[in-house]
């Protein structure tokens, strides 16, 4: 998938990830995809969750060779 | 519309439990809610600078010695061993990239949770406005977590 903006989240362990996807979501324009990439795999069920509670659109999650990248889409501020 | 409240009671002042409040804080404040967190008795620690002792007479200056404040000096609640359990702990912590309960405080701070110290404890202990860091946003008692436990989302003691 084809990303905007991408977050490097590797190596860090939860909550981080989604700590710094709140605060990376806000240099975001509406439409504009970010790209969370993490070795945690809590990120697979805790970033749908994150955006179901924001309300942002969370388009999917990758898993390639234990590395997991997340995709959301900013569709409000 | 008014953000849900999610309000936790931080009683403990063991590193571990409050290393788990302070998660639970800083993921909900990210999930967009206004959190609230009331310490109080030995949770009143994560908040006090690091000195010798406070209070007004002997017996609180003795039990503010012997319980020492600061974010970095929190036992363990098992395997304290005198220390060497938090030691290894926070050396751990570290090798996993998880923040440190003082690094907790300062992102809380800036995600906007709002820390809120029990006023009971404070007179109880002999404690000062000056034995705690700065940012603290209200001094307060019961009935003014029991209201935000109210008006609350998810309400937690720990």
Do not use: H
């Not at chain 2, 007004?56 to 970095?72: S, T, V």
Request: with cysteine; aromatic share 10%.
């Amino acid at each position: 998938m084809k990303a905007d903006v991408t977050l490097d989240c590797f190596g860090l362990l939860c909550p981080m990830p989604i700590i710094s996807t709140s605060q990376k979501i806000k240099e975001l324009k509406i439409g504009q995809i970010l790209e969370v990439t993490a070795t945690d795999e809590g990120i697979k069920a805790d970033l749908p969750a994150w955006c179901k509670a924001t309300g942002q659109e969370f388009l999917g999650v990758e898993e390639k060779n234990g590395e997991f990248f997340a995709y959301v889409r900013k569709v409000k501020e | 519309m008014d953000k849900e409240k999610f309000n936790i009671v931080v009683f403990s002042g063991d590193l571990d439990k409050v290393l788990a409040a302070f998660i639970l804080a800083t993921t909900s404040a990210s999930m967009g809610m206004e959190v609230n967190m009331f310490f109080t008795f030995w949770g009143l620690n994560v908040l006090r600078k690091k000195k010798l002792t406070s209070g007004r007479n002997i017996l609180q200056k003795m039990m503010n010695f012997m319980n020492m404040g600061g974010a970095d000096r929190l036992p363990l609640s098992k395997f304290n061993m005198l220390g060497l359990g938090p030691m290894m702990m926070k050396i751990m912590m570290k090798q996993s990239k998880i923040p440190s309960i003082e690094e907790f405080v300062r992102m809380s701070k800036d995600l906007g949770v709002k820390m809120i110290a029990c006023t009971t404890t404070f007179s109880f202990m002999g404690f000062q406005k000056d034995d705690f860091i700065d940012g603290i946003d209200d001094f307060a008692g019961a009935a003014t977590f029991l209201q935000l436990v109210r008006e609350g989302k998810i309400s937690y003691f720990i």
